[in-house]
């Protein structure tokens, strides 16, 4: 505030004594002392004072965009003022830190007045050094509201004019701004500083407001650019408000350029969200799949309608996920990916090196691989590590046993199936194995198994790379490396007419024979050591060791079941052992624990009857179930439904 302000017939007499002998007034203001002291020094003619530095249009361009927001509230906030009782003709000015004008405000007449006069118009440059000591000038220096009236002007030229500017200040306290208001001298308000004041902290205010809820939108905006799902929202009318990047990606549009366009004109495609803004009923992770001029389009969707207070719809919000990601996210979450690599692989024998080699050929290739050996040899640890150092090692790794699916299963787990297709279907249907490995690898372990007529269809997804949901009508593009694996000889089941020929040749681009246990020698050692460390550490105790003879028991035994058994043994072995040396005595006892089932009764029977027999006793050991049954017989799950057939035997 302006202190110790002197009678004005006063004021002239005391700034000539300050340009002439730098003397003062003991009336005169100290803010005014260093005031004209400033305007002395900088040269300023006190007889003159009209502004003569105007910006042109392109340098007052960028800071009238900068100032965009100072200028607009400042005007929002004066008109708000002025339609107030008691209301009086002033000129507001909107002017930068550094004294440029940015725009003006309010009577007509009076704006007229002080362009002509002092040159008041946007882009002028209210400094000290071109105006001497102003409203503007003193309220930026003080960084306080000042009113300067008639002769407490610096310059002549502003006698007749009084005027009143406050700062703005930035939240750090600089001052990014400032008001001003304008009047004849003689029209000058007597509470104009208290105004300004006013008029100061209102702007100052709603800048800040505006400002905070700017920087929330920006917050907003960057969530919503950072979301890979899709976004967009459309009014009432169906016209879109805000779409995000991701949604123009999987759209195919520009997300800037639909901006207030109807979303029925922007896809071809009738879009599901109109009926929701028809309707009023949202939905939540709804798939949807609608055809496009390029293609199907696989969404997941949720929608939300939008109400006013009178529970009228006035927009809905949609968000929409590409089938292919949501698969990726389930995949990750149900782990649906390959654990194992080739350095997993144990074994340094002629045999395993060769399927190593093989295998890694395989894994730079992308034709379909098959493996054959014996149960229990690792062929699906070969078939993960062959996946994780393939280019689908980013992909999904899906796994499918075909002798453990029921029979009537297996076409609805392969391919999926829809809301309904057939009784007890999950209610909005359910993707398939195909579907979840879509960018991946699945794994069909134990494929001799798979029935007849399902290796037909199995053929045909392998040739065309898409399916059809059981009561579906649309394909469904499947990206997907098959690797199938078997414990049988299929080349006898293709002449026996268990497993179709042309499936055959389909699968067998890459064989790889893995070697049962007896056949890789030392391998057996490097097993027992790696089970022995392994599994003692699970217990919590030192591992044990094992005697030479012992060792020499282990590796002249058969292993029927492969590596699975000896880890069995060796588990078992471990658990029971008097002490920490492993005996061949206690080896043997356990490896004859394992000996055949079943006893000779001495009974000549025929072929005919001892397979019936042979069947009763592995349904029985299987307690009915037909697979494991079938595997218990080393024939596969069709055949022994054909003899169950002809002997007239009932599972039970």
Sequence with gaps: MVKGRMPMEGREGAQEGCINTDAFSADISPLFEMAWVRCRHLGVDPGSGRCSRVLSKSELAPLLAENKLFIET????????????GSFPVVIVVATKDGVILETFGDTDARKELAAELNLVPGACWREEETGNTALSMAIAAKEPVQVTGAEHYCRQYYAWSGTAAPLFSPAGQVIGVIGFFA?????????????????????????AVEQLEMQNKYQEAILESMFDGFLTIDGKGCVIHMNASG?????????????????????????????????KGYVDKEFMVKTSTGFKHFMKTAVPIRDENGRITAVVDTFREIKRVRNLVNQMVGAQAQFTFADIIGNSRPIRECLR????????????????????????????????????????????????????????LFGYEDGAFTGASRGGRPGKFELASGGTIFFDEIGDMPLDMQAKLLRVLEEKRVVRLGGRHYINCDVRVIAATNRELAREVEIGNFRRDLYYRLNVICIPLPPLR?????????IDHFTRQISNQLGQEPCSFAPEA????????????VRELKNIVERVLNTAPGPVITAAEVTRHLRSQSEQGVLTGELLSME??????????????GGNISRAARLLRISRNTLYNKLKKYRLEVG
């Design 358 to 413: 093989l295998a890694k050929m395989a894994a730079q290739s992308s034709s379909q691989v098959l493996l054959q050996g014996e149960s229990g040899t690792g062929k699906e640890l070969f078939v993960q590590a062959i996946h994780n150092a393939s280019s689908r090692r980013d992909g999904p790794f899906v796994a499918l046993n075909c002798a453990a699916l029921p029979h009537e299963l297996i076409e609805s787990e």
């Design 519 to 527: 056949r890789r020698g030392t391998d057996i050692e490097l097993f």
């Design 609 to 622: 009857e001892l397979e019936r027999q042979a069947i009763q006793r592995a349904l029985k050991v299987a």
């Design 248 to 280: 123009g990606r999987i759209l195919g549009v520009d997300h800037k350029k639909v901006i207030g366009k109807f979303i029925g004109d922007i896809v071809d495609f009738k879009p599901v969200i109109l009926e929701v803004l028809k309707t009023g």
């Design 184 to 208: 004849r001298a003689e029209e000058a308000h007597p509470h104009a500083l208290v105004l300004v004041a006013a008029l100061a902290r209102a702007v100052a205010g709603k800048l800040k």
């Design 74 to 85: 400042t005007g929002a906030v004066f008109q708000e003022l002025s339609e107030l009782p």
């Design 551 to 562: 060792l020499q028991v282990m590796r002249s035994y058969p292993w029927p079941g492969n």
